[in-house]
């Protein structure tokens, strides 16, 4: 198996080039060449099998002949050492929460970003050089890459953060770790971060100096393992469950990787019938399903800001899966998309009926089920992927319900932490310097 770009099928890479890279030279996303399927003994034993054992079958299907058998079994059993429970909700029949949210930082890309630290390291064994990844974030997806590379031998990860577009606690997640991260505070937006990043991987004398990767969500090594969690919903439902309804995934979508880690997981055999790919009025994706016309727009700011993408980089990935376009997308993909103030009455709804507290993101992708299920007769068994702990966002989740989250120990302990950054301006010169130094 290589892999190559979605903005050409001829470029062809090998897994450690993909994964070191993040993206291809010619600005496109990196694809798999081929898809294996799961077989069908495998198939059968998937409801006697734990998260990890689940995880490593379907890792070797994906990573085929790219990752010795020995490597993958220890980047699963160093990743996934939390549970990704199916939780029924109360008083409903048939809809359950899919928890992403039991990783060290509260949110589902805890998975990706755990899995694809082991693989750059396993990757880097062999080069004298340390490795220094750069990642520019407005929130989660920084705290989960400090968080996963954590100790991780070998590199030394950079977080660009906007000094004013961060909240208080995710600054506290940033800044709060030591050892191999180190978090700029950037006197600018989260756009300067990014171009700085950007400009970094440019720079000729900065890339001759220090070998340099990106960890953006757009990484392949992040996409393969958010395929596990799909899978062991899938057999969680199974023993829960003996009535044999067909499977609807609703998936709270922003860049659509989690999206597309699902119909990646469908088509090595895991069967999920349908996803719903449920938004905010970041709506891109949902219109393209209804009128097949892709206009990206620029970003809505809403109550699931983990979700304010107009322009959702994967798109390019779900066209190279659906090459026929919206009308063959459609068969496994239903789109819809909500207002903060449903979000903000789904919540409470929802908390009231069952006892469920649901995070913004979470509510999104409740309301896209039930909708799904007005629009749609056919009895289906539903499940909606529940990205974040309501925890992390404290202030909405109080407003919409009128009731404050717990707080898991795991954060009110990184609150009390002492913050430990670089402030830089945001000009180049002063991050090469930096990172020169
Ligand atoms: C990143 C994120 C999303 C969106 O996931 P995509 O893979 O970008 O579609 C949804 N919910 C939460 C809590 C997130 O952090």
Known sequence: MHFYSTYNANLACDLRTAVLQGLAPDGGLFMPSSFGSLEESVLKKIPSLTFQELSF?????????????????????????????????????????????????????????????????????????????????????????????????????????PSAGVSDIQEKQLTTYGGNITALEIKGTFDDCQALVKQAFQDTELKNAKMLASANSINIARLFPQTFYYAWACAQHWRLNTKNLPLVCSVPSGNFGNLTAGLIAKRIGIPITRFIAATNINNSVPRYLNTEVFSPHPSHTTISNAMD?????????????????????????????????????????????TGYMLDPHGAVAYLGLEAYR?????????????????????????????????IPERLSEVAAKEKKSFTLSNQFEDLKNFLLA
């Open 309 to 353: 993408v107009g322009n959702p980089s994967n798109f390019a990935r779900l066209m190279e899966l659906y090459p026929n376009g919206a009308q063959q997308m459609k068969q496994d993909i239903w789109g819809v998309y909500f207002t903060d103030n449903e979000t903000r009455d789904a919540m409470k709804r929802v908390y009231e009926t």
């Open 57 to 161: 079958e379907m890792g070797k299907t994906l990573f085929a002949d790219s990752l010795p058998h020995s490597i993958l079994k220890k980047v699963i059993d160093e990743a996934i050492t939390f549970d990704a429970p199916l939780v029924p909700l109360a008083h409903t029949a048939d809809t359950a929460a899919c928890e992403l949210f039991h990783g060290p930082t509260l949110s589902f890309k805890d998975f990706g970003a755990r899995c694809m630290s082991r693989l750059m390291a396993h990757f880097m064994e062999k080069e004298e050089k340390e490795l220094s990844v750069l990642v520019a974030t407005s929130g989660d997806t920084g705290s989960a890459v400090a968080s996963g590379f954590l100790n991780v031998s070998g590199i030394r990860v950079y977080i660009l953060y």
């Open 374 to 406: 007005h629009t749609h007769p056919d009895s289906v068994c539903g499940i909606f992927l529940e990205t974040a702990h309501p925890a992390k966002f404290f202030q909405t989740v109080q407003n919409a319900i009128g009731m404050p989250p717990k």
